[in-house]
């Protein structure tokens, strides 16, 4: 198979004429807007020689002279020009890519502007793919990203589609922020951010599945054996483990919320009031007598944050920890119809709201969604939904008499 032509790239140097930072990457495209400061730094060359990737510097600071030396290499082996500068540091080899600086930029970017843990953490599971997927095919400046090369990325991604459809609003929000910088013109993850945003066919949506009356009964009868698993001690016992599921249920906060909590925020008169992370908006609920005291003793025992500080401040450590313990004893109830998880607990919640007649928009409020969600969700445990459907049903079909035609059967 014969190798594509090579990628050329002007790699500036610390002593630039024309002040662009060392170790910075143009193109011959980028160099030809008029507002461009021109220099002399060498061209480098990256790509595919006899099946090998390679980089090497040019030793030419012109581009046509550069492109004709390029295509005279036959592998990269043969003797290579000497380097512009005798710095192992300024070494192309050594040295990050474009794409790499401007992912570099994107999370310093983050960082200073304090963005959610999940946000951080979502674009750096991305750039691990996106940086493999790059080095694999030799992309190393941000005009070489081009709609096929994005839509190559995604197909090479090994995930479902709603998870392709996530890597791809990270990815056109990175290409924002570029454009934003003026390193690139045009978002190349548009067409898949709008048009390639899609379902697959047979996609279902998932069942919000809550715990039912009996399985609750069953999950806190297991609490009770809970201290003998691997019978190993334990400091959190299932007392700990009841507290903690009674509190997701009567308050229906998030696993994330729960970790963290703070028995500060509970009153005297046993309201709470909780500012959940994802939502950010202020939840009230009230605990009954008997869980309000359960906190208040536990705060004797270990402090206002009754579920325990790691040593770690990062939340998603504290998700982790809880969330095994729920699964540890959820193992111990038996064979389950539907794999229980710990955000069930807050379906849960919903479930129990909605039957006792609560509307959407309160169930909403309560969970810090939208009425739009909890209708999308739950709307299977709203029983003024289902009565109405019955009556418009039977008003509309209960008086018509059956065709004269019809087929009896039996």
């Known amino acids: 198979m014969k190798d594509k032509p090579l990628n050329l790239y ?11 930072p060392k170790g910075f990457r143009s193109t011959e495209g980028e160099e030809r807007r008029r507002a461009w400061k021109k220099c002399h730094c060498p061209i480098s060359a990256s790509g595919t020689l006899k099946r090998k990737f390679g980089r090497r510097s040019t030793g030419e600071t012109d581009w046509d002279a550069a492109r004709t030396k390029a295509a005279s290499w036959q592998d990269w082996d043969q003797q290579s020009p000497p380097p512009s500068s005798p710095s192992p540091s300024t070494s192309p080899r050594k040295s990050a890519s474009q794409i790499e600086q401007a992912a570099e930029a994107y999370r310093a970017e983050h960082e200073s502007a304090g963005s959610a843990f999940r946000t951080k953490q979502g674009f750096a599971t991305l750039n691990n793919h996106f940086k493999a997927f790059c080095e694999e095919r030799g992309y190393m400046l941000l005009a070489q ?39 690139i013109t045009t978002n190349p993850a548009t067409n898949l951010f709008t048009i390639g945003n899609r379902r697959q066919r047979n996609a279902i949506e998932p069942e919000r599945v809550p715990f ?39 308050s229906g906060l998030r696993i994330s919320d729960l970790c963290v909590f703070d028995a500060r925020r509970l009153r005297k008169d046993g309201g709470l009031t909780v500012r959940t992370t994802k939502s950010g908006k202020p939840v009230d609920v009230w605990l009954p007598s008997w869980l309000q005291d359960q906190i208040r003793e536990r705060a004797r025992i270990h402090g206002p944050h009754i579920f325990g500080v790691s040593s770690s401040s990062r939340a998603d450590q504290l998700t982790k920890m809880w969330w095994k313990r729920c699964r540890a004893l959820f193992t111990l109830c038996g064979p389950w119809s539907t794999a229980p998880t710990p955000h069930r607990l807050r379906h849960t919640t919903a479930r129990i709201l909605l039957q006792k007649g609560f509307t959407c928009a309160d169930v909403a409020m309560v969970l810090g969604n939208t009425e739009t969600v909890v209708r999308k969700h739950y709307a299977a445990w709203v029983p ?24 009896r059967i039996g």
Not at 10 to 20: L, N, P, Q, T
Not at 384 to 407: C, D, H, I, K, W
Request: charged share 25%.
């Open 145 to 183: 990203l081009t709609d096929m090369v994005i839509q190559d990325f995604r197909s090479s991604l090994k995930v479902n589609v709603n998870s392709q459809n996530t890597y791809m609003k990270r990815l056109h929000a990175f290409f924002v922020y570029c454009i934003a910088r003026k390193w």
């Open 212 to 250: 039912t009356d009996a399985e609750l009964e069953r999950i806190f009868s297991a609490c009770h054996r809970y201290d003998h698993i691997n019978d190993r001690p334990r400091k959190w016992k299932g007392v700990d483990v009841a507290v903690f599921i009674n509190l997701a249920i009567y």
């Open 384 to 407: 003024e939904r289902q009565a109405r459907l019955t009556t418009m049903f039977q008003e509309a079909f209960g008086s018509r008499p059956a065709p004269s035609n019809v087929v």
């Open 10 to 20: 002007r790699r500036h140097v610390k002593d630039c004429s024309a002040g662009h």
